[in-house]
């Protein structure tokens, strides 16, 4: 069965600082993979989905950029942290073609002091 | 523009009442799904409905569908606490290919 493994759970930050997330789906080939935020309350906003190793599609401009080395692997960085970048990270894979769901981790609260 | 738009933002029943929650979108989609999300915790998906589609079950979920008015409900029937979540309404459009676009979910809170 496939599985979705997202970390870490909850990262805290300061200002300036890096960000590496990381994001690995397992059992399962080429999926779309997708990186979305979610404010407190709020619904998903995406902020970056992969259709293939290397090929990164930009939703929103921001403070963030997406990597995908490898097919089942999916990285979410930052160089310089914002305060307006904390929030709650979901990661989400889906096979490749519309009509079928996304099934997402369990998500990364980042917090930015 | 905003689609999958919720409604009520928060709603609150006793056990064993059944919960509605509705959602209305603004452009032609070629699917609508629905999640619930636990506290903390990912999305987990629950139906999928197709355009082409005007109903649908699962267990005691009851989705419709009306293209004519673009919106959707969501009924789930005898709810339990553990039915306690947001529950999020989700499209893709003719031209988004496997993106979804989320809406901002109804919070239930299902009383003991």
């Known amino acids: 069965s496939q599985t979705i493994h997202q970390w870490p759970a909850t990262l805290v930050q300061p200002v300036g600082s890096p960000l590496s997330l990381e994001c690995t789906v397992e059992g399962t080939s080429n999926p779309n993979l997708y990186w979305y935020r979610q404010a407190a309350g709020r619904g998903l906003q995406l902020l970056f989905y992969s259709v293939g190793i290397g090929q990164i599609s930009s939703e929103v401009p921001q403070n963030l950029s997406a990597s995908r080395p490898q097919d089942r692997q999916f990285i979410l960085s930052s160089k310089k942290l914002l305060l307006s970048d904390s929030g709650f990270y979901l990661c989400a894979w889906s096979v490749l073609y519309s009509n079928q769901p996304q099934h997402f981790g369990d998500g990364t609260r980042l917090s930015i002091l | 523009s905003q689609q999958g738009e919720e409604d009520p933002q928060a709603l609150s029943i006793q056990e064993g009442e059944n919960a509605t929650m509705n959602c209305s979108y603004k452009?032609?989609?070629?699917?609508l799904q629905w999640y619930r999300q636990n506290s903390g915790r990912g999305l987990v998906h629950l139906i999928l409905i197709r355009s082409n589609e005007r109903e649908k079950h699962s267990g005691r979920l009851r989705v419709t569908l009306d293209t004519s008015k673009k919106s959707s409900s969501l009924l789930i029937t005898a709810s339990r606490a553990a039915d306690t979540a947001s529950y999020f309404c989700a499209t893709d459009g003719e031209t988004s290919g496997s993106r979804l676009t989320f809406g901002e979910g109804t919070q239930l809170t299902v009383n003991p």
């Open positions: 452009t032609s989609i070629n699917n």
